[in-house]
């Protein structure tokens, strides 16, 4: 059986921008990328705190140290520069390996700097 868990979590980030004319998406800081371990084209689901809009696109790395986290395309109608955002994305697990399965959890701080994470999971 597999079972389907949170991988990691972006929390306390604000929304640095929003370009509608660009193909779906959400640009999201290398930095902030790598810290949470969310690969290029990855599934993200964005939790808007500001509106109580979620959705589900995918991950496009920014430059590195930019800070961003920008909607793109239809998403870029379901929130506004300044609003609080979490980020979650999920893995399938087979059912041994999820009893001992740890989240990462990356906290963000002002301009979406790194403010802490959880430690790396056990390989």
Request: glycine share 10%; proline share 2%; aromatic share 4%.
């Amino acid at each position: 059986m597999l079972r389907t868990l949170l991988k990691a979590k972006l929390r306390g980030g604000r929304l640095t921008g929003t370009e509608l004319h660009y193909e779906g998406s959400i640009a999201i800081d290398r930095r902030l990328m790598e810290a949470a371990d969310i690969l290029a084209g990855e599934q993200v689901h964005v939790l808007n705190l500001s509106n109580g809009s979620r959705l589900i696109t995918y991950a496009i790395p920014a430059p590195a140290a930019s800070g961003a986290l920008a909607l793109r395309g239809a998403a870029a109608r379901l929130g506004q520069t300044g609003d609080e955002v979490i980020l979650l994305t999920y893995a399938q697990v087979d059912d041994l390996e999820a009893r001992s399965f740890r989240s990462r959890v990356v906290h963000l701080g002002k301009h979406n700097r790194l403010a802490g994470k959880t430690p790396k999971r056990k390989a």
